[in-house]
């Protein structure tokens, strides 16, 4: 686990809720928490949408405006959707023990459509296997049992397993930056059978009213033989938070 990592975005910002089954963790935030890490959050969506390389390379946010501005969509529904995968990313590789080698949504070719196939791909790789987690991620003012059977069809799709095409685009860029060690398990798994027992699952999501009941009422709907987790972030006034988040991205700049 990496929650005790000094850079955790979620130890400081959430408390855990206790939640009655296996599987289920609900976090819902302190009264000062969002405060805390609301910078570090700035930076990181700035990370996901655009990449601190390029705004690095352009001499810092003021003179990445023009970018940002361009990149961060402006609806409400693409930004919720938006700041739940950056979050569910973001979860994978501080609180599992799965990494997310790209940050896919850099690579939108428009700032208001979500990226096709699976929400969040994370691999934990050894001599021996690679694992993967498949993650489905969903963000709304107000949770609803629609939502989760919504992410229960993702998960599900491929018979469990990663959708062969987003595979096959971390693969590819993974060799156009000259990453080619993360790369060829990726293609290994395109080359043969993936078992059930190499993956896991993750339903994540982010919501402004409280996800315990909801996910504990959905904790039996398994894929079989795929072992599975869920994770609720119960954040207050949902709609303004992310409208927070992304106006501050352009602001910064």
Known sequence: MKSSDKNSLFTPWFDSEKCSIDGVKVLKERTDGRAKV?????????????????IEKLGGFPKAKHLLKNRVPVGKISRSGLLGEILATEYVDQETEFSVPVR???HRDTRELAMRGDDVLGFRISKARVK?????????ASLATATLEEA??????????????????????????????????????????????????????????????????NSNRIHKGIKHQLCGCHVSGHADFVKAVFDACIARG
Not at 40 to 54: M, N, P, Q, T, Y
Not at 132 to 140: L, N
Request: aromatic share 4%; charged share 30%.
């Open 38 to 54: 609301f910078d570090s959050l700035v930076e990181i969506a700035a990370d996901h949408v655009v990449g601190l390389k390029a």
């Open 104 to 106: 896919r949504l850099r």
């Open 132 to 140: 993967v987690i498949k993650v489905e991620a969903k963000s709304r």
């Open 152 to 217: 229960r069809t993702g998960l599900a799709s491929n018979r469990g397993r990663p959708n062969p095409e987003t595979l096959a685009f971390l693969e590819c860029i993974l060799r156009l930056d000259d990453r080619d060690a993360e790369a060829d398990p990726i293609a290994e798994l395109q080359r043969n059978p993936i078992m059930v027992g190499d993956v896991c699952h993750l339903l994540f999501t982010m919501s402004g009213n409280g996800p315990k009941k909801f996910l504990e009422a």
